[in-house]
């Protein structure tokens, strides 16, 4: 196909990468570990972990994961938050030859049962002040090993203790939990595993980009979440795209490891996973924000030293700049801010570059595409309204329902190919198979558009769009004008039942500015909507339902 968007690359973007540079993913961590091994990975709570501390934490839970008998491919579910353990856990089990299956630790009872038992995951990693929930569903799933950290395992042996002893005992974020012991299964302490695995030599595996890395689970907002099947070239793949596209927001600091990431999206969830991994690549550093709720604690933690990269959803921005410390925050040093996760307003991007001199960069993924999709390029200085272009080696076509390819400028469903792709759906055939073109892209179930330039924007999902008086109504392009509305913190468009119009579209405001009412929000749609496209039903909410990523969930808006 004609990739008429290369042309339009920043200068030194490649126009593709290749991933068989490396044998597997496992050889990526293992070289970044050796080469970078004095140099910081990692600061959570002031505590620091070198790559060298990492790849020896890694090494030892990985032997001992490999003295439990496991079979080679083994599914291991990983239940943690922003803490050391995640990455120490991920590694462990890549280089034992093992399956990470990322977890929610939010989940309720009734979501982990699920993907515990449609990942088949033998063995869990889990931070004590989640185990209430697995204890409740443990007897219904594969588990036989469970593996228990505590919040301060890895901060440090007096500190350590401490934040340990402050969350059981003074905070009480640890529930009463009884995991039960029946049929053979085993519970055993995260530093007991460290402790044991260190007597013996983690043994080296024989692993290709074909083999599987992660089952990384779909958000499941609209029905059970799916495990992505993302092999060890889907992930190299996407490491080196996000690599080459984010170079240059970020090389006029000479030598990359000096690069501080904040990693405040968790690391369970695709969009932080891979910028992890990208900053394994590079020998830079992350900064671990566990709870990236406590605002102030977060604002705090961003004003002790510089941060060059800044990835977020549109809730986080607006959230951090609602707070009124957010003006003492020094941004001088930010060169990236990225958007992804759910689409990005206007409104919260024109305040974000107002305030902080970064304009925001909107892109767009999945889970199946192992977060990387396309891009606006970095070097932009305002915010486009699109999701820009493909990334290097990556081919996106809009489609119709047939599989055909559509003219520029036709909405139509977005389709993506490249080896960030994943191969399917985990033991789930007819579903692959619907998610696949007779020529191999995928379907993303996104609407969208091609522009001239090779640009793509998005329209809308193809299940949330409204249909009033039979006219197609995008929930995101009332969503992004009316945000930019003085007053408006954020909003969500949907449609509800209308006898005359079939649905008439409702949408729910957060304000910062008690003056705005209704009818100020509707002369201000009234200007700036065609008549179809303005909201018949506005209601005021303080908040709105979100995911734990922070993607608004439409579909609670509708049942309520």
Known sequence: MDKIWLEHYPAGVPHDIHPEQYSSLTQL?????????????????????????????????????????????????????????????????????????????????????????????????????????????????????VVLTSLGDLLGAVYGRWMTFAVRHLAKLVPAFEISLAHERKVTAFKTALAEGQRRPLKAVTQSLDDIAFL???????????????????????????????????SDLGDLRKVNSI??????????????????????????????????????????????????????????????????????????????????SEGTAQHWQSATGCSMIEGWGMSETCAI??????????????????????????????????????????????????????QQPEETAKAFTPDGFMRTGDIGIMEPNGRFKIVDRKKDMIIVSGFNVFPNELENVISTCPGVVECAAIGIPDEMQGEAIKVFVVRNDPLL??????????????????????EFRDELPKTNVGKILRRELRTK
Request: net charge neutral; hydrophobic share 40%; aromatic share 8%.
């Open 216 to 250: 990384q689970y779909t958000g499941g907002t609209t029905g059970l979440s799916k495990g992505a099947v993302l092999t060890h070239r889907n992930i190299v793949a996407a490491t080196l795209q996000a690599e080459a596209w984010f170079t240059p927001a970020i």
């Open 29 to 145: 961590l293992e070289q970044s570990f050796k080469a970078n091994s004095q140099n910081p990975f990692s600061v959570c709570m002031d505590r620091w972990m070198s790559y060298g501390e990492l790849d020896t934490l890694s090494a030892s839970l990985g032997s001992w994961l490999q003295s439990q008998g496991l079979a080679p491919g083994s599914r291991i579910a990983i239940m943690l938050p922003n803490l050391p353990q995640f990455a120490v856990t991920m590694a462990a089990v890549l280089r034992a030859g093992y399956t990470c299956v990322n977890v929610n630790p939010l989940y309720t009872a009734r979501e982990l049962e699920h993907q515990l038992k449609d990942s088949g995951a033998t063995t869990i990693v889990i931070l004590e002040n989640f185990a209430h929930t697995l204890s409740e569903v443990i007897d219904h799933t594969p588990i036989k090993n």
């Open 517 to 538: 009412t209704e009818e100020t929000l509707s002369s201000f749609c009234h200007a700036n909507l065609t008549g179809y496209k303005r909201p018949k039903h506005i």
């Open 263 to 344: 990693a405040a999206l968790p690391l369970y969830h695709i969009f932080a996973l891979t910028l992890c991994l990208l900053a394994i690549r590079q020998g830079s550093h992350m900064t671990l924000i566990p709870n990236p709720r406590d605002f102030g604690k977060f604002i705090d933690v961003l004003k002790k030293r510089p941060f060059h990269i800044l990835p977020g959803v549109n809730t986080l921005f607006n959230a951090l700049m609602m707070h009124p410390m957010f003006k003492t925050i020094d941004f001088s040093n930010l060169r990236l801010t990225q958007a992804g996760g759910m689409a990005a």
């Open 373 to 426: 999709g396309s891009n606006n390029p970095v070097t932009q200085k305002a915010f486009s309204g699109d999701i820009g272009f493909p990334l290097p080696s990556i081919e996106m076509a809009i489609k119709d329902d047939e599989g055909l390819t559509l003219a520029q400028g036709a909405p139509g469903e977005i389709c993506i190919r490249g080896p960030n792709v994943m191969t399917g759906y985990y």
